[in-house]
């Protein structure tokens, strides 16, 4: 069952590898990146033996014991992993749960994150292997340790399946991701600055967080070679109780719910609220071809994941900015001021790659036969109504919070100027190149799913060509920092290079679509690559 | 009069795979007219072909004497389509999808409103009006679906798989809706692999296998004095293996 179960795995890997250039294309950009961070681990936990075990101890607890609790987290918010071999796909075959344990397990430990973790764990070997009593117990540990990651992943997300499949929650788990990130970023942040100001003792601030970690659940397995280091028996001895009965425990109940999700497979779905209609969202727009199109993508901005995420990772790094620069006392107040300006040229993005999450759906536009310039202009349209709320709270307040209001004019003249030019630009970009995008509400890390190549590049070429078109405005604004009224000449050139953009943009991305809309299409279909 | 739907020699190639092949199709006026052929044939690719959705290789496709490749939007103005295969803007509820159809193809809102209530209605929909359409069963999809092409009140109807996934009442529903629509001059182009269906609703036919008309015509012609399942079986080559293929599958044969 072992080998016919890798098989399975194996067989299915590399199908997916065969459907498209583009897909492969992207396996293997991602699992370089994989590599490298891997290489990197690998070289930082061979370094580490040259230095005593006590910092061995501490760097490998902390380092490992996060790596545990990102693998329950991320199995958890990005359901399924991988969902390759899927459990309920086994509801129709005579099988017992029991069976099927260990070929899952070796199965699930194939691919990118399960052979990254193999290989970091054969690092942490390597660190240890100074003497007989500290390698035995690193050899001991990391097996136990990677058993851990697995089966707290699988027991996390088999018991919790029901909740996780339902539509509803993947929506909401995915803007929850998001808000993750950028909680993680600041917190980072705010624990590196606050450290730091407690004096240069980073070291013995690690020390205390290993201590801590160690006898949490995720520690306890990479605890063991550090306990031995130091001579306590006892501890190890505990501790390596503790690392085995949780990986007993573990696998009995995974067996559990994996028993219970063979005579129930999951169907994913729910009870279909109703939606109340909302008369305003259509009253905002004239009743038009455009006007529809920006009535629709409005609703989608506030109903589809990917929106919402999308919105909440471009807020992140404004906000992180603001946080960490008025928490640090050596920060300065007119990097506060401008962080509206890192969320302008990115706006445009959102237009760029709108045809793209609409996948196959877009033939509606086709088939009604719409001007492209009325689709474009649509989606400019719901873009500028969600986003001008937005940059004008955040240019209010971050230049409110710097204190630097004689800044207002230029960074005014920034934001505005580099989000036109970003939508302008963005019309035009995502008129040449669409790409098959997971649906709204599918695990947006599912394996093969991402856009690959053409979603980078599209990313590129966006934010890439509006900073170069707003040069003009962005060597005002600095020559502004001499000549103050320069500012006010920056605001002038700024709206009008960026409703210029923005005209020919519409127009001529309009123009494209017109002529490649059956092009289109084939993009955004799965079958195409 | 010109026809409702001319396709002239079609040809369309998904790399070394030829999916359609020089194919020709005259669909008259007034008609209710079935595309049959097995599963592959080149429907879809067909269908797809004839609405501007897939641009062919060679060949042109009128509707109604539009040329769909050279004046687009003359032609898709005059087409309602159900494509099959394709994701709808599912993060709609069912009332909102149809007033999005119903604005890019202008109709005017006082009528969009109209209209969407008396489809809802015919089609069992009403319930379902407020409801986000990624909610709906696949049935239930098929009909927004069918409702969305038909609320510009279109002169052709092209339909693929029109009653996949449908339930036997909603399914007389939707026949009474399409034999009203051609007798009030409208002409029904829908593809289908289900021979009884087409054979009880459909008055003109043409049966399609790797990429190429293999007969087309009115139904009696087609089926020549038997069943259409069994003139079809003729069309494209189909050997019922005997009663030795598969014996070890007969309960009787073995011992458990």
Redesign the interface.
């Known amino acids: 069952m072992v080998a016919l179960l890798v098989h399975l795995k194996l067989t299915l890997l590399r199908n997916s590898l065969r459907r498209s250039v583009w897909r492969t294309v992207g396996l293997v950009i991602a699992m370089l990146y994989a590599l490298g961070i891997v290489v990197g681990v690998l070289v930082g936990l061979v370094a580490l033996r040259a230095t005593s075990t006590a910092l061995t101890g501490d760097v490998t607890v902390v380092a490992f014991s996060l790596l545990t609790l990102g693998w329950l987290a991320m199995s958890l918010l990005v359901f399924g992993m991988d969902e390759t071999v899927d459990p309920s796909r086994f509801a129709l075959l005579p099988v017992r749960a029991r069976e099927l344990l260990p070929g899952l397990f070796v199965a699930g430990l194939i691919g990118s994150p399960g052979l990254a973790t193999v290989l970091v764990a054969l690092g942490f070997v390597i660190t240890w292997a100074r003497d007989v009593a500290l390698a035995a117990a690193a050899a001991v540990a990391a097996p136990l340790g990677v058993a851990t990651c697995f089966l707290a992943a699988r027991f996390a997300t088999s018991a919790l399946a029901s909740v996780l499949s339902s ?1 509803r929650f993947r929506d909401f788990a995915f803007a929850v991701l998001a808000l993750v990130g950028a909680g993680l970023g600041i917190g980072g942040n705010l624990i590196g600055s606050s450290l730091g100001a407690e004096g240069g003792q980073p070291l013995q601030a690690l020390g205390r967080v290993a201590a801590a970690l160690g006898w949490t659940p995720f520690g306890w397995a990479w605890s063991l070679p550090a306990d031995v280091a130091r001579g306590r028996w006892g501890d190890a001895g505990l501790r390596l109780v503790l690392a085995l009965a949780l990986v007993a425990v573990l696998w009995w109940a995974w067996g559990h719910f994996l028993g219970l999700r063979l005579v129930q497979p999951l169907e994913s ?1 729910g009870s ?6 909302g008369t305003w969202v ?1 009253r905002l727009y004239p ?3 455009a ?3 920006a ?2 993508t409005l ?2 901005w506030r ?2 994941p990917r929106y919402l995420a999308g919105v909440a990772g471009l807020l992140i790094a404004p906000v992180v900015v603001v946080v960490t620069q008025l928490s640090n006392p050596e920060g300065s107040a007119a990097v506060v001021a401008f962080a509206p300006v890192i969320l302008a040229p990115l706006i445009g993005i959102s237009v760029a790659q709108d045809v793209s999450y ?4 877009v ?9 492209g310039a009325a689709d474009r202009t649509g989606r400019v349209l719901s873009t500028l109504t969600i986003f001008t709320p937005l940059l004008l709270v955040l240019l209010v307040l971050s230049v409110g919070l710097s204190g630097q209001w004689r800044l207002l004019v230029p960074v005014t003249a920034l934001t505005v100027g580099l989000a036109t030019i970003g939508l302008g630009v963005g019309c035009f970009v995502g008129s040449l190149w669409q790409w098959p995008a997971p ?3 599918a695990n947006p890390f599912q394996r093969g799913n991402s856009g690959g190549l053409p979603a980078l590049l599209s990313f590129s070429v966006t934010t890439g060509l509006t900073l170069v078109l707003g040069l003009p405005t962005v060597a005002l604004v600095v020559a502004s920092y001499w000549e103050s009224w320069l500012g006010y000449l920056a605001l002038v050139v700024g709206a009008l290079s960026g409703l210029l953009v923005l005209r020919i943009g519409i127009v001529a991305g309009g123009r494209v679509l017109d002529r490649t ?3 289109v ?2 993009a955004v ?1 799965e079958k195409s690559a | 009069m010109a026809a409702a739907l001319s396709l002239v020699g079609l040809h369309k190639s998904f790399g070394s795979k030829r999916a359609v092949v020089d194919l020709f199709l005259e669909v008259p006026t007034g008609s209710l007219f079935g595309l049959v052929g097995p599963n592959g044939a080149g429907k879809t690719t067909t269908l797809s072909m004839a ?5 062919p290789d060679a060949g042109s496709a009128r509707v109604l004497g539009r040329d769909v490749w050279a004046d ?2 003359a ?3 005059l ?1 309602g ?1 159900l ?1 099959d ?9 069912g ?2 999808l149809l ?3 119903g ?4 109709v ?2 006082p009528d969009i409103a109209s209209r969407s209530r008396d489809l809802l209605e015919a089609l069992g929909l009403t319930e379902g009006r ?3 359409v ?2 709906y069963s696949a049935g239930m999809t098929k009909k927004i679906g069918l409702a ?1 092409a038909l609320i510009h009140a279109p002169r052709l109807l092209i339909l693929d798989e029109p009653f996949e996934a449908v339930d036997p009442v909603s399914g007389e529903g939707i026949r009474s809706i399409l034999r009203n629509y051609v007798s009030g001059g409208g002409t029904v182009v829908m593809s289908s692999h289900v021979m009884e269906l087409v054979e009880s609703l459909c008055d003109e036919l043409a049966v399609v296998a790797q990429g190429r008309v293999l007969a087309a015509g009115t139904l009696d012609a087609i089926r020549a004095g038997t069943t259409l399942q069994q003139r079809f079986l003729e069309l494209v080559g189909f050997q019922a293996s005997g009663e030795e293929a598969l014996t070890w599958l007969r309960s009787s044969s073995t011992s458990s």
Request: proline share 10%; glycine share 10%; with cysteine.
């Open positions: 539509r779905g279909a609220a109703r939606i109340k209609q259509a009743a038009t071809p006007g529809a199109v009535e629709r609703r989608y109903r589809d609409d996948g196959t759906a033939w509606l536009h086709i088939s009604t036969g719409i001007s649906p709204p509400g809309w059956p092009e299409m084939l279909s | 609405t501007g959705l897939l641009r687009p939007a032609a898709k103005a087409m389509v494509p295969g394709v994701r709808l803007f599912d993060r709609l509820t009332g909102e007033r999005y159809v604005l890019l193809r202008k005017p809102p407020d409801t986000l990624v909610e969305c």
